[in-house]
């Protein structure tokens, strides 16, 4: 299987993602999320899909190359912004005080057609928590469709005033297998089948529809996810005939399924980044396994969970009490980059036919 190598130089960005507060006339530093980049403005806009089958509604946000627009998108709303803020610790008005690097609502760029990247969030957390991720995508050409899965987003707000919050869907009092039974049972039953609902969506928004009017290449797509987004995103790649490629950043695989076989085999492309935590059980860092010569395992040193997503960069600026966890504080404006780098670079290869020297030019670094 391919081994990934050390990241590109990423250091001229790290220098900008350094939390150092710029404060004006006494009024609170604004933090500007690191620039995308590629070479694509980048356009945000959200929609509600309605699946009538299921009697589900589904809020997808989507970044995409666009022309300049003169809106700065806000990173979340209101309401969203106080569930991050309660369960994150932070400020109350830290949302006013992050700068986004996109249009809201800007017209899409008249070239194309752009291949689509699904994005899957993690359990507790919104779409809007991997804008940084999201940005730089849209900025290399890449349309992006992010779905808020109620209820194991933290919180989902629809235009009409109500909101669906987090609760379990599995049983609480349960041993830990039969819990995860349960959320293997969703991932499958649920999650996959909105995957498979959005893209059904898309493909119809695509050919007849206004704004995108055929400039999404629905012949090209892939789909990244964290945690148990990253197990959404295995399995859709394993399941679904239309995604050609997929990224799991740190998500696990669950009692249920596969029959407990480790890794599930994919046959598909497979970029899989881990922290060291995830890494150091024997094999657990390969519990998925793409075809054998396009599986790429990358170990991201210094890192937590968390890190894959903006939480620790936003922290870092708007945490209302110093943080225990110092150190992946400190590692995840790299991390972060890192990220970014190698998920655009896989993408990049197996979505656009571009090189990717980050995974396929072994590098060796040896340390006294």
Avoid at 195 to 208: C, G, I, K, T
Avoid at 294 to 300: E, M
Avoid at 311 to 319: E, P, S
Wanted: proline share 7%; charged share 20%.
């Amino acid at each position: 299987m391919a081994k990934s190598a050390l990241w590109s130089a990423c250091l001229l960005l790290l220098i900008s993602l350094i939390p150092t507060p710029l404060f004006a006339q006494g009024h609170q530093a604004i933090f500007h999320l690191p620039p995308p980049g590629g070479c694509h403005a980048v356009g945000t806009r959200s929609v509600v899909l309605r699946d009538a089958h299921r009697n589900r509604d589904l809020i997808v946000t989507f970044w995409y190359p666009s022309l300049r627009g003169s809106t700065v998108a806000p990173y979340v709303d209101k309401r969203t912004a106080g569930a991050l803020a309660a369960e994150w610790k932070l400020q109350p008005d830290f949302a006013h005080l992050i700068h986004t690097n996109a249009s809201f609502e800007a017209a899409m760029e008249k070239g194309g057609p752009f291949p689509l990247v699904l994005l899957e969030h993690g359990s507790g957390v919104v779409p809007a928590n991997y804008t940084i991720l999201a940005e730089g995508l849209a900025s290399h050409g890449f349309v992006v469709a992010a779905t808020n899965h109620p209820p194991d987003s933290l919180i989902a707000v629809f235009p009409d005033g109500h909101e669906v919050t987090s609760k379990p869907y599995w049983p609480v009092n349960a041993d830990r297998r039969t819990q995860g039974v349960a959320i293997g049972k969703f991932a499958e039953d649920v999650l996959v089948a909105d995957v498979r609902f959005v893209l059904d969506s898309l493909q119809e928004m695509n050919a007849h529809g206004k704004f995108w009017g055929g400039h999404i290449d629905t012949s090209k797509i892939g789909i990244v996810g964290h945690s148990m987004g990253g197990t959404t995103a295995a399995l859709a790649t394993k399941e679904e005939p239309r995604i050609l490629a997929g990224v799991n950043l740190d998500g696990s695989t669950f009692p249920g399924m596969n029959a407990d076989v480790r890794p599930v085999e994919l046959h598909k492309p497979l970029l899989f980044i881990a922290t060291e935590e995830h890494a150091s059980g024997e094999g657990r860092a390969r519990e998925y396994s793409g075809s054998e010569s396009d599986t790429y395992y990358v170990v991201v040193p210094g890192t937590d969970h968390m890190t894959f997503t903006d939480k620790r960069l936003v922290q870092n600026h708007f945490a209302l009490e110093s943080q225990s966890d110092s150190k992946s504080l400190e590692s995840a404006p790299l991390a972060v980059e890192a990220t970014r780098s190698l998920v655009e670079q896989f993408l990049g290869k197996y979505l656009q036919g571009k090189p990717a020297p980050s995974l396929d030019l072994a590098v060796r670094v040896d340390k006294k």
